[in-house]
């Protein structure tokens, strides 16, 4: 998803930053020097250092980070008020002078309108949006009270259902869901039957352990090619939540994986549709599917739809996200971690996914307290059953 890094650094003297920055360890070669930028290839990565004077730092950070589409709205709203944007600075159209641009916030005000934050600078309707003062309250770490998607050894998780809890004690979350894989799943081990019982076994033993964090009993289950699911009702009646995935195309056109999806959708006991697009970076690009019905659907079921953190997802996208937000849907953003330590990168890359499809924590259902998620349960199975 990266293809290079760019780093901006305010120096006043940058011939001794270049000197500083070709002594570092693990530089391959040094690509490209001149006064102010240096391009070196580091762990096979090309990384490439701009060094601004101080007083122009805002505008280098500001075109490093934007899009071509971002920038060219910018410009075309700063020449609407007088100002023209370039790569040094901000200038006045009408006398030449120039205005403070030393951090993004001073050009931001100066063209009257709100800081866009780095993530949605996409070149969409983000400049719009700030110029009338709708842009969102984009979703926040901080905002997450619990996840609702994570593995553990009972199927492929590396970790134990009690380290996976005490990783979600050590991150202060409120819930947690033990979400472990269905019998039929390609994954390397998988939840029998008699597993599930005896996993519930467990979770009641380490509810009473961990009293201050609620454990949730869950189970990601697979949508199998006849759209029937991968485990009976009468085992996912007693659990407290019910994901349901595709993890294997089997030979289907995009029409047929559509009908999975909807018949899951449809089906009283599930709740919330995990990585629609089943995308696995940087190798496959996902289903295409008809979109604009999964979310439809999913609004009309009350079934959530997930963002997925794990770096091999992040699924929905955010162009997808933004669109299911837009179509009422409620997500949970998880972070389908298989280990402990990887709890809480795996829901920061969630989080930094949702914003950038203008998420905020409102369309979020795992911001809200554990009564919430029981409710929309809850509402689902009265609903359809």
Not at 47 to 53: A, D, F, H, K, Y
Not at 317 to 334: P, Y
Request: proline share 4%; with cysteine.
């Amino acid at each position: 998803m990266v293809g290079d890094i760019e780093l901006v650094a305010a120096a006043d003297d940058p011939s001794a930053a270049v000197h500083d920055l070709l002594q570092l360890p693990n530089i391959a070669r040094c690509l490209h020097r001149s006064e102010r930028r240096v391009c070196l290839l580091f762990e096979r990565v090309q990384v490439s250092v701009r060094l601004p004077e101080p007083v122009s730092a805002g505008a280098s950070l500001l075109h490093a980070t934007g899009s071509i589409g971002h920038l060219a709205a910018l410009r075309t709203h700063a020449a609407s008020v007088g100002w023209q944007l370039t790569a040094g600075g901000l200038r006045r159209a009408d006398d030449g002078a120039t205005g403070a641009a030393e951090t993004e916030e001073e050009i931001f005000a100066a063209v009257g309108v709100a800081v866009i934050p780095a993530d949605i600078r996409h070149g969409e309707d983000e400049v719009g949006a700030a110029e009338a003062g709708g842009l969102p309250t984009l979703l926040a770490r901080r905002d997450i009270r619990g996840d609702l998607h994570m593995h553990s050894t009972w199927s492929d998780g590396r970790d134990s259902v009690e380290a996976m809890v005490k990783a979600c004690c050590a991150l202060e979350y409120e819930y947690m869901a033990i979400t472990d894989h269905s019998p039929n799943s390609g994954a390397a081990r998988n939840l029998s039957v008699a597993d599930v019982a005896r996993q519930a076994d467990e979770i009641a033993r380490l509810r009473d352990l961990y009293p201050r964090i609620a454990i949730l009993h869950g189970c990601e289950v697979d949508i199998l090619p006849n759209g029937r699911l991968d485990l009976p009702d009468h085992v996912l009646e007693h659990l407290d939540i019910v994901l349901a995935s595709l993890h294997e195309r089997a030979g289907q056109s995009s029409e047929q994986l559509m009908g999975r999806y909807v018949a899951a959708m449809k089906h009283p006991l599930v709740n919330m549709i995990t990585h629609p697009s089943n995308r696995v970076l940087p190798h496959t690009p996902g289903y295409d599917l008809d979109y604009n019905q999964l979310f439809a659907t999913a609004f009309e079921t009350g079934t959530l739809v997930e963002i997925d953190g794990a770096p091999v997802h992040l699924d929905l996208n955010g162009a997808l996200a933004r669109r299911a937000t837009a179509a009422g849907v409620t997500v949970a953003v998880d972070s389908d971690s298989h280990r402990a330590e990887l709890l809480d990168r795996h829901m920061a890359f969630g989080v930094g996914t949702a914003r950038r499809g203008w998420v905020e924590a409102r369309h979020v259902v795992n911001t809200g307290p554990l009564a919430e998620i029981r409710t929309f349960v809850a509402a689902k199975r009265r609903r359809s059953g």
